[in-house]
């Protein structure tokens, strides 16, 4: 019974951090209809960048957090202007190779730059917990499911009560209309890479104190992203919040009860998203594409 | 007095096949106009292009005097002018007032935010009973008015209305129309696309009857009632059609 | 895009086989004769040409793959497990790997069903990912994440899976070129442009499927399985790299997608250029980092790849010849 309850604690303090994750990939495909295939080099850069944070200037990862969003989106609005941007009205298989190429590139030189060692951030928060019963749970976590809960709310805020927020959905539910009203939708298509980097690094940030930062750290979170975009259906905010704690629940899950469970967790988001991919594509709950 | 919109000589077309050969048409300040003509005449690709949502291969838009073509499509809502685009084109998971409120996006209509709204609500009290709905649940009727009240909030001195009849009962066309006759008295001009000859012809006063991509007959709406030349521009293409969809339509 | 453009010229096959045979001799004769440096590269040449043979395939039919190295996995593992439990000696164990290949690629043409574009392409990437997770926990078939080495008293000599891999690409690609004589090439561009419309074609578009991915996915597994026998060691990083994926996808986008030299060209060209880097940075990482400096500049500013850019510069020359030479008749 503790260990169910455990279980679950674990997955929901989990969900929030890939909430915050899967939200940042499935706003960016709502609007442009891309997805973006470089996803996880921004966490990556993220992570990265708190680390640099930490390790040089004694930051803490979480105060270091708006400068290393703002950093990566800014990185985000020069691969826009200077390649997504050209290939805009080309076949969608153009635009995934260019991304995954601007994947690649990023990694690598990552790996050049700052080598394939793994690193770590200690932080005040990383090591401790608390106790609830028999349940244990990291403070780091619950730090994590905090400032991702804050954030997601202050972008459904955004998007929802602000003039900005109002177009960018505008764009994603239709795009001529949306110039009808006065909108520029290249303009609405590079805050919408912007936030999507900056959504990611942030995830990064959060992750450089709960995983190891390394170049490669990258891929597996645009898989598992993919996994919870992808259960929820492309493009819906409600279905990525949901599909990300289905996630984070089946992995904790695995981990806890199947034995070996930790090294098969890791195939979980595979298992799920190829098994959504072919029994229900359009995702849990069954929407068509949209954003919020 | 200058025509608030001139079109000369427009080309126009996708990218093979040119759908406007040769238009000219002008709009004077305050008037109501009618663009009639039968399926793929180029009405259509008329509003799209004055929008800028197609480019022009040839000829001239100006509105107030000042030349269109360097304006990109979401800059010439800012100078004054706004389409509710055919099939109504409301942002489906929006409620009616976030549709409302995006019609003001640009800038100077956004100050005069409030004041616009209002005169929308008084114009379509439904919409206030539905503020909080989402567009996209609505009835078509609703949802054309929503869409006509949107491009009101853009506060255009042209409005462009394509095809505002399309697919309603003849009670909601009575009501939408009624609707622009109180745009137009407010000093707003109106260059209206329709099938339905006889609701255009209840608000307009002027009309241009398009044929294979180019201005086939013009006038007053007398003058062109008289004529028979809107008849004859339907015939063919789109009398029978128009018959089958009034027969299946009171059948239902 | 004509059918010319895709299909090469249709009188040239005569020529082409010429080139085919010459090829073969040469992949039959450098390795004998050549360094083991040559047979090295020999090796990389062939297996490059064949992923990106096999990737083109199922590009031409609108499927995209992002996980190539899932087939090439599965024959590197087939061949080498032939090998060490039931004794299979190198040739004949290719067969197995190739079976395999093609089966699970067939499969994944069943079960991804009517997913095209990018959910495939999503469909793949998680496919190839997912059996590297499965071949690290299951130590007791694969070795997990130690890895295996092949039984080393069955390995061939080097030379000879640098002939078998040079022919293998001289073969396939042969292969690929008569089936684009074949209705099979129309089928393929009605199926990347509409599958609606290709079934109104009379083509039975999941049959279509399964038969250009098994195809595939054979030609990949093929690939992976040579390759195990001449390195010797495996494990599920090496079996299931992106880097392969990569590979595959690379050379078909440089060389030309949807064409029959653009594969080999891109290939050999991407083989060139990692070699290249290989002799300035002498280290792995920007090998990646050239790879997908390639992809972005190749998708931006050579969308036709290589063999399009080449035809498009050379069009107006021949055109030119061909005006000089009508106006010296007129003379």
């Given at each position: 019974?503790?260990?169910?309850?455990?279980?679950?604690?674990?997955?929901?303090?989990?969900?929030?951090?890939?909430?915050?994750?899967?939200?940042?990939?499935?706003?960016g495909f709502?609007v442009t209809r891309i997805i973006n295939?470089?996803?996880?080099?921004?966490?990556?850069?993220?992570?990265?960048?708190?680390?640099?944070?930490?390790?040089?200037?004694?930051?803490?990862?979480?105060?270091?957090?708006?400068?290393?969003?703002?950093?990566?989106?800014?990185?985000?609005?020069?691969v826009f202007e200077f390649s997504l941007r050209r290939v805009l009205r080309a076949p969608a298989i153009n635009q995934i190779l260019l991304l995954?190429?601007?994947?690649?590139?990023?990694?690598?030189?990552?790996?050049?730059?700052?080598?394939?060692?793994?690193?770590?951030?200690?932080?005040?928060?990383?090591?401790?917990?608390?106790?609830?019963?028999?349940?244990?749970?990291?403070?780091?976590?619950?730090?994590?499911?905090?400032?991702?809960?804050?954030?997601?709310?202050?972008?459904?805020?955004?998007?929802?009560?602000?003039?900005?927020?109002?177009?960018?959905?505008?764009v994603?539910?239709?795009r001529?209309?949306?110039v009808?009203?006065?909108?520029n939708v290249m303009r609405m298509y590079l805050?919408s890479f912007?936030?999507?980097?900056?959504?990611?690094?942030?995830?990064?940030?959060?992750?450089?104190?709960?995983?190891?930062?390394?170049?490669?750290?990258?891929?597996?979170?645009?898989?598992?992203?993919?996994?919870?975009?992808?259960?929820?259906?492309?493009?819906?905010?409600?279905?990525?919040?949901?599909?990300?704690?289905?996630?984070?629940?089946?992995?904790?899950?695995?981990?806890?009860?199947?034995?070996?469970?930790?090294?098969?967790?890791?195939?979980?988001?595979?298992?799920?998203?190829?098994?959504?991919?072919?029994?229900?594509?359009?995702?849990?709950?069954?929407?068509?594409?949209?954003?919020? | 007095?200058?025509?608030?919109?001139?079109?000369?000589?427009?080309?126009?077309?996708?990218?093979?096949?040119?759908?406007?050969?040769?238009?000219?048409?002008?709009?004077?300040?305050?008037?109501?106009?009618?663009?009639?003509?039968?399926?793929?005449?180029?009405?259509?690709?008329?509003?799209?292009?004055?929008?800028?949502?197609?480019?022009?291969?040839?000829?001239?838009?100006?509105?107030?005097?000042?030349?269109?073509?360097?304006?990109?499509?979401?800059?010439?809502?800012?100078?004054?002018?706004?389409?509710?685009?055919?099939?109504?084109?409301?942002?489906?998971?929006?409620?009616?007032?976030?549709?409302?409120?995006?019609?003001?996006?640009?800038?100077?209509?956004?100050?005069?935010?409030?004041?616009?709204?209002?005169?929308?609500?008084?114009?379509?009290?439904?919409?206030?009973?539905?503020?909080?709905?989402?567009?996209?649940?609505?009835?078509?009727?609703?949802?054309?008015?929503?869409?006509?009240?949107?491009?009101?909030?853009?506060?255009?001195?042209?409005?462009?209305?394509?095809?505002?009849?399309?697919?309603?009962?003849?009670?909601?066309?009575?009501?939408?129309?009624?609707?622009?006759?109180?745009?137009?008295?407010?000093?707003?001009?109106?260059?209206?696309?329709?099938?339905?000859?006889?609701?255009?012809?209840?608000?307009?006063?002027?009309?241009?009857?398009?044929?294979?991509?180019?201005?086939?007959?013009?006038?007053?709406?007398?003058?062109?009632?008289?004529?028979?030349?809107?008849?004859?521009?339907?015939?063919?293409?789109?009398?029978?059609?128009?018959?089958?969809?009034?027969?299946?339509?009171?059948?239902? | 895009?004509?059918?010319?453009?895709?299909?090469?010229?249709?009188?040239?096959?005569?020529?082409?086989?010429?080139?085919?045979?010459?090829?073969?001799?040469?992949?039959?004769?450098?390795?004998?004769?050549?360094?083991?440096?040559?047979?090295?590269?020999?090796?990389?040449?062939?297996?490059?040409?064949?992923?990106?043979?096999?990737?083109?395939?199922?590009?031409?039919?609108?499927?995209?793959?992002?996980?190539?190295?899932?087939?090439?996995?599965?024959?590197?593992?087939?061949?080498?497990?032939?090998?060490?439990?039931?004794?299979?000696?190198?040739?004949?164990?290719?067969?197995?790997?190739?079976?395999?290949?093609?089966?699970?690629?067939?499969?994944?043409?069943?079960?991804?069903?009517?997913?095209?574009?990018?959910?495939?392409?999503?469909?793949?990437?998680?496919?190839?990912?997912?059996?590297?997770?499965?071949?690290?926990?299951?130590?007791?078939?694969?070795?997990?994440?130690?890895?295996?080495?092949?039984?080393?008293?069955?390995?061939?000599?080097?030379?000879?899976?640098?002939?078998?891999?040079?022919?293998?690409?001289?073969?396939?690609?042969?292969?690929?070129?008569?089936?684009?004589?074949?209705?099979?090439?129309?089928?393929?561009?009605?199926?990347?442009?509409?599958?609606?419309?290709?079934?109104?074609?009379?083509?039975?578009?999941?049959?279509?499927?399964?038969?250009?991915?098994?195809?595939?996915?054979?030609?990949?597994?093929?690939?992976?399985?040579?390759?195990?026998?001449?390195?010797?060691?495996?494990?599920?990083?090496?079996?299931?790299?992106?880097?392969?994926?990569?590979?595959?996808?690379?050379?078909?986008?440089?060389?030309?997608?949807?064409?029959?030299?653009?594969?080999?060209?891109?290939?050999?060209?991407?083989?060139?250029?990692?070699?290249?880097?290989?002799?300035?940075?002498?280290?792995?990482?920007?090998?990646?980092?050239?790879?997908?400096?390639?992809?972005?500049?190749?998708i931006m500013?050579?969308p036709?790849?290589?063999?399009?850019?080449?035809?498009?510069?050379?069009?107006?020359?021949?055109?030119?010849?061909?005006?000089?030479?009508?106006?010296?008749?007129?003379?």
């Amino acid at each position: 019974m503790s260990m169910l309850l455990q279980c679950l604690v674990d997955s929901i303090l989990l969900g929030g951090l890939y909430s915050l994750m899967a939200v940042g990939l499935s706003l960016g495909f709502g609007v442009t209809r891309i997805i973006n295939f470089a996803y996880g080099e921004f966490i990556m850069l993220g992570a990265y960048g708190a680390f640099f944070c930490s390790s040089l200037a004694g930051i803490d990862p979480l105060i270091a957090l708006p400068a290393v969003a703002i950093g990566v989106a800014l990185f985000a609005a020069i691969v826009f202007e200077f390649s997504l941007r050209r290939v805009l009205r080309a076949p969608a298989i153009n635009q995934i190779l260019l991304l995954f190429g601007v994947g690649l590139v990023i990694q690598n030189l990552a790996a050049i730059l700052w080598t394939g060692d793994a690193r770590s951030v200690e932080t005040p928060y990383s090591l401790t917990a608390r106790e609830f019963g028999d349940i244990n749970v990291p403070d780091g976590r619950i730090v994590t499911f905090l400032v991702a809960t804050v954030l997601i709310a202050a972008l459904l805020w955004w998007l929802h009560r602000t003039e900005l927020g109002r177009a960018i959905r505008a764009v994603a539910q239709n795009r001529d209309a949306a110039v009808l009203m006065g909108i520029n939708v290249m303009r609405m298509y590079l805050l919408s890479f912007m936030l999507n980097a900056a959504l990611g690094a942030a995830t990064g940030a959060m992750a450089s104190f709960l995983l190891t930062v390394t170049p490669f750290m990258g891929f597996p979170m645009l898989i598992k992203s993919f996994a919870i975009v992808v259960l929820g259906g492309l493009g819906s905010i409600p279905g990525t919040l949901a599909g990300a704690f289905l996630l984070a629940f089946a992995e904790t899950a695995v981990a806890y009860y199947v034995p070996d469970g930790i090294g098969w967790a890791e195939g979980v988001a595979f298992a799920v998203l190829l098994g959504v991919l072919i029994f229900r594509p359009r995702g849990i709950l069954g929407q068509a594409v949209e954003v919020a | 007095m200058t025509a608030l919109l001139e079109i000369a000589g427009l080309r126009a077309g996708y990218q093979e096949s040119i759908v406007l050969e040769d238009i000219s048409l002008q709009v004077q300040i305050g008037e109501v106009v009618a663009l009639l003509g039968a399926n793929g005449a180029g009405k259509t690709t008329t509003m799209r292009v004055i929008t800028g949502l197609i480019a022009a291969l040839g000829g001239t838009i100006a509105f107030d005097g000042e030349d269109l073509s360097r304006l990109r499509a979401e800059r010439r809502v800012d100078v004054g002018i706004a389409l509710c685009p055919e099939g109504r084109q409301v942002f489906p998971n929006m409620s009616v007032m976030e549709n409302l409120l995006l019609g003001s996006f640009c800038r100077h209509a956004r100050a005069r935010r409030a004041a616009t709204l209002e005169l929308v609500q008084e114009l379509f009290p439904r919409l206030t009973e539905r503020s909080a709905q989402k567009a996209g649940l609505m009835s078509g009727g609703e949802q054309q008015m929503l869409a006509i009240g949107r491009a009101l909030m853009a506060c255009p001195r042209l409005l462009l209305l394509d095809e505002p009849s399309l697919g309603l009962s003849p009670r909601m066309v009575q009501l939408v129309f009624g609707a622009v006759a109180k745009i137009a008295e407010a000093g707003i001009s109106i260059l209206v696309v329709e099938q339905n000859a006889q609701a255009a012809f209840s608000v307009a006063r002027r009309g241009y009857v398009l044929a294979g991509g180019r201005v086939a007959a013009a006038g007053t709406i007398a003058e062109l009632a008289r004529s028979g030349q809107v008849e004859q521009a339907f015939i063919g293409t789109d009398f029978f059609k128009r018959e089958g969809a009034a027969c299946s339509k009171s059948g239902a | 895009m004509n059918a010319n453009r895709e299909s090469g010229s249709p009188t040239s096959l005569p020529i082409a086989l010429l080139c085919y045979g010459a090829a073969a001799v040469a992949a039959v004769a450098l390795p004998l004769a050549g360094s083991p440096l040559a047979v090295n590269l020999m090796l990389r040449a062939g297996s490059i040409v064949m992923l990106a043979i096999s990737w083109n395939l199922a590009a031409n039919a609108g499927l995209i793959s992002l996980g190539h190295s899932t087939f090439w996995g599965l024959g590197s593992y087939a061949a080498l497990l032939m090998g060490n439990r039931f004794g299979w000696p190198f040739l004949p164990s290719i067969l197995p790997a190739m079976a395999l290949g093609a089966a699970v690629a067939a499969l994944l043409a069943v079960i991804t069903g009517r997913l095209r574009g990018i959910y495939f392409a999503i469909a793949t990437l998680a496919l190839s990912e997912g059996l590297r997770v499965i071949a690290v926990m299951l130590p007791d078939l694969t070795g997990g994440g130690a890895g295996l080495f092949i039984d080393q008293t069955l390995r061939p000599e080097p030379r000879l899976t640098a002939i078998v891999t040079a022919l293998g690409a001289v073969c396939f690609a042969l292969l690929a070129h008569l089936l684009s004589r074949t209705p099979f090439h129309y089928a393929c561009r009605a199926m990347r442009n509409n599958e609606h419309a290709s079934q109104m074609l009379g083509i039975n578009p999941l049959r279509f499927r399964i038969t250009v991915l098994a195809l595939s996915g054979a030609i990949a597994a093929f690939a992976g399985g040579v390759n195990i026998w001449y390195g010797g060691f495996l494990d599920p990083d090496i079996g299931f790299d992106l880097h392969i994926t990569i590979l595959a996808q690379i050379g078909p986008i440089l060389g030309g997608i949807h064409t029959l030299a653009g594969p080999i060209i891109g290939g050999l060209a991407t083989l060139l250029i990692a070699e290249l880097t290989r002799m300035w940075f002498g280290e792995q990482g920007y090998s990646l980092l050239v790879y997908g400096a390639i992809l972005i500049v190749s998708i931006m500013y050579m969308p036709n790849g290589i063999y399009g850019t080449l035809r498009r510069l050379c069009a107006p020359w021949t055109k030119r010849r061909a005006a000089a030479k009508t106006a010296l008749v007129a003379s």
